[in-house]
Nanobody, 115 residues
């Protein structure tokens, strides 16, 4: 049974930082691409960042230069370092594992940016 468990969300002021983690189990982690998505209030879920199985990252334009995605295959964990947070980054952040036609989602972690 595949499980993705996100952690690290919370309340932070604009300009602050957070690091999200997603711990995966029940899959061959190193063979999966991993992604972070978010869904803000009244918005559709959108891609934030992805990292391929070989470690190549890709970012949404809205987070380039502020967010960094990384993975630790020994710990079966993917991270999202978020710096210079803005009000519009407020959302539930979801972790996704994907390979070919397979896709698994975590339950999400709330990130709230507020002064």
């Amino acid at each position: 049974q595949v499980q993705l468990v996100e952690s690290g969300g919370g309340l932070v002021q604009p300009g602050g930082s957070l690091r999200l983690s997603c711990a995966a189990s029940g899959l061959i982690f190193s063979s999966f691409g991993m992604g972070w998505y978010r869904q803000g209030p009244g918005k559709e879920r959108e891609l934030v960042a992805q990292i391929s199985s070989d470690g190549t990252p890709r970012y949404a334009d809205s987070v380039k230069g502020r967010f960094t995605i990384s993975r630790d295959n020994d710990k079966n964990t993917v991270y999202l370092q978020m710096n210079s947070l803005k009000l519009e980054d407020t959302a539930v952040y979801y972790c996704k594992a994907h390979r070919a036609w397979l896709a698994y989602w975590g339950q999400g972690t709330q990130v709230t940016i507020s002064s």
